[in-house]
């Protein structure tokens, strides 16, 4: 139960404490959510600098093909010569 305190002395349980000190791995899903996730949740670890805080970041990639509306994707393969948008419905 320690785990998923703040703090020894509080009576609160808090489900993101418990996570952030079970985890393996802690990501953002960008580098300014990883600064200011670790900004914010640095007191978990002890208040230690922000670089030493083990959070880091993955930035998600948008495949164009599918994630565009038809209109998008052939206006781009007309004007901008954009290949294998077309291919995908």
């Known amino acids: 139960m320690a785990l998923g305190k703040p703090a020894a002395d509080t009576p609160r349980y808090e489900m993101t404490v418990l996570s952030l000190r079970l985890a393996g791995r802690v990501n953002g899903v960008s580098a300014r959510h990883r600064e200011e996730s670790r900004r914010i949740w640095r007191w978990v670890w002890g208040n230690k600098p922000a670089d030493e805080i083990p959070i880091g970041y993955v930035t998600n990639g948008v ?3 599918t994630w565009m509306a038809r209109p998008i994707r052939e ?3 007309e004007s901008l010569w ?3 948008l077309r291919k995908r419905s």
């Open 63 to 65: 495949h164009l093909g």
């Open 82 to 84: 954009v290949t294998n």
């Open 75 to 77: 206006l781009l393969a």
